[in-house]
């Protein structure tokens, strides 16, 4: 079975920053040996939404415009764990994250394209 891990949430005041992690915790697989792995976050009352993903094969990523150039999705291929760096941090941003892996050939930010999910970390950005 695939198990996930999110760590790295907490309080941050407005402008701050962040970095969230993401590792297979119960699997003979890496996370990285999947095709793509993502982060989702949902803000109270609102759905999930799509924030950012990197495909293992090559590095490519992708982010949602609302984060773009201030949110940096990364991948540690020694430690088997995938970053989410998040700097200047707006009350939007609130929300609990979570991270996912797409075992099969999708890349994007679409929910149905995710197989396994962690149980989430919460972010606050609040002063």
């Known amino acids: 079975q695939m198990q996930l891990v999110e760590s790295g949430g907490g309080l941050v005041q407005p402008g701050g920053s962040l970095r969230l992690s993401c590792a297979a915790a119960?699997?003979?697989?890496?996370?990285?040996?999947?095709?793509?792995i993502g982060w989702f976050r949902q803000a109270p009352g609102k759905e999930r939404e799509g924030v950012s993903c990197?495909?293992?094969?090559?590095?490519?990523?992708y982010y949602t415009d609302s984060v773009k150039g201030r949110f940096t999705i990364s991948t540690d291929r020694v430690r088997n764990t995938v970053f989410l760096d998040m700097n200047s941090l707006k009350p939007e941003d609130t929300g609990v994250y979570y991270c996912?892996?797409?075992?099969?050939?999708?890349?994007?930010?679409?929910?149905?394209?995710?197989?396994?999910w962690g149980q989430g970390t919460q972010v606050t950005v609040s002063s």
């Open positions: 996912a892996t797409a075992l099969s050939d999708y890349y994007g930010l679409g929910r149905w394209g995710y197989d396994y």
């Open positions: 119960r699997s003979a697989r890496s996370i990285l040996d999947y095709h793509t």
């Open positions: 990197i495909r293992s094969s090559d590095g490519r990523t």
